[in-house]
């Protein structure tokens, strides 16, 4: 069996962070293993509060996990501050295994969920992973992006490594577009009208990682884990208050 690590917040609700890596793993039937950044009190109505932990604690539950274990790939998630992003940057340079970014600095809604002065030590971490994975918010934030914008792109395009923005909306299609270098390719599906988007974000990067671990290209892990995301949403559980979580297990089913 296939072992990923995930590096990320810890989400009390359980539809997001960590617990939603975990969930996710197991969909694609992989080992799933963590290591806890930051804590957070939250439900689907928002953060009420959160708990850094010191970067030397998180550095530990990693090379912990390594030590053990014959980790096939890494999700990386909310990190914080530049303290943790630059000792999980140092730790993971020499692996070489397929790493997934999934750069938390600014939720959908376009609330801050990073120290502003973290944002030009994620913007290098991005330079070395696999992939990268930020919402409109947050490309336009590391990297100056905005849909529609041709100037805006130039930046994006000279990015060392691939990045996935996730969340364009035309009509009745959700696309999310994938740029490495010069090149582009798009991944669309049917938009789902729904209230039920919590943890969506974190679930898509860590199915990724999930199906890189099992050998498959980036782009069929992608297409495979924008599918995984589709079923979860149209099963989504529909609980609390605020924005639901989606239905791990549901999306899970039937994959190969």
Do not use: W
Not at 3 to 23: C, E, H, N, P, R
Not at 141 to 168: A, C, E, W
Not at 205 to 229: D, Q
Request: proline share 4%.
């Amino acid at each position: 069996m296939k072992v990923v690590l995930t590096i990320a917040g810890s989400d009390s609700s359980g539809g997001a962070g960590i617990q939603a890596d975990l969930k996710s793993f197991e969909a694609f039937g992989v080992f799933g293993t963590s290591a806890i950044t930051v804590l957070t009190a939250q439900n689907t109505q928002g953060v009420d509060s959160l708990f850094a932990l010191p970067s030397s604690f998180v550095i530990a539950q990693i090379q912990s996990v390594l030590d053990d274990f014959e980790v096939a790939a890494i999700k990386i998630g909310m990190l914080y501050d530049s303290e943790i992003i630059r000792a999980v940057s140092e730790l993971i340079a020499p692996l070489n295994i397929p790493i997934v970014l999934d750069p938390v600095c600014i939720s959908k809604a376009g609330s801050s969920l990073l120290k502003d002065e973290a944002i030009d030590a994620l913007f290098e971490l991005s330079k070395k992973v696999t992939l990268s994975t930020p919402n409109l918010h947050e490309a336009h934030r590391l990297f100056g992006y905005s849909s529609g914008d041709t100037d805006s792109l130039q930046k994006l395009l000279k990015h060392p490594s691939p990045v996935l923005i996730k969340n364009h909306i035309a009509g009745k299609i959700s696309a999310d577009l994938l740029y490495f270098g010069y090149q582009k390719r798009v991944f669309a599906s049917e938009l789902i009208e729904t209230q039920n988007l919590h943890g969506t974000g974190c679930s898509f990067s860590s199915a990724i990682a999930a199906n890189l671990a099992l050998g498959h290209t980036l782009e069929a892990s992608i297409a495979r884990s924008k599918a995984f995301i589709a079923r979860a949403l149209r099963h989504a559980p529909s609980i609390g208050h605020g924005a639901g979580p989606i239905n791990h297990k549901a999306g899970g089913k039937d994959v190969a």
